[in-house]
């Protein structure tokens, strides 16, 4: 069955960096289009990275120079880098496959200082 599986989340300092890691199985990692979303703490879920099977990225405007999402497909794998990152970054950070039903289970990540 097909399973997103998020890791690399806690606690980092303003200005600071952490890399968030989805692992995927049961599907054909390579064909699909993969994304990195975010729910804060009473705020709806928003799309905050968007990688494409051919490689070519979105980004939401609050993380563009910023965050860097980037995929390995002979590991199934989709990262998320986070440079300087800010307070109001703090949420939990769920994979998706774009498109599909299926989602991690997320990984929280605090911005403090």
């Known amino acids: 069955q097909v399973q997103l599986v998020e890791s690399g989340g806690g606690l980092v300092q303003p200005g600071g960096s952490l890399r968030l890691s989805c692992a995927a199985s049961g599907i054909i990692f390579s064909s699909y289009d993969m994304a990195w979303y975010r729910q804060a703490p009473g705020k709806q879920r928003e799309l905050v990275a968007f990688?494409?099977?051919?490689?070519?990225?979105n980004y939401a405007d609050s993380v563009k120079g910023r965050f860097t999402i980037s995929r390995d497909n002979a590991k199934s794998m989709v990262y998320l880098q986070m440079n300087s990152p800010k307070p109001e970054d703090t949420a939990s950070y769920y994979c998706?496959?774009?498109?599909?039903?299926?989602w991690g289970k997320g990984t929280l990540v605090t911005v403090s200082s």
């Open positions: 990688i494409r099977s051919d490689g070519s990225t």
């Open positions: 998706s496959i774009w498109g599909t039903i299926y």
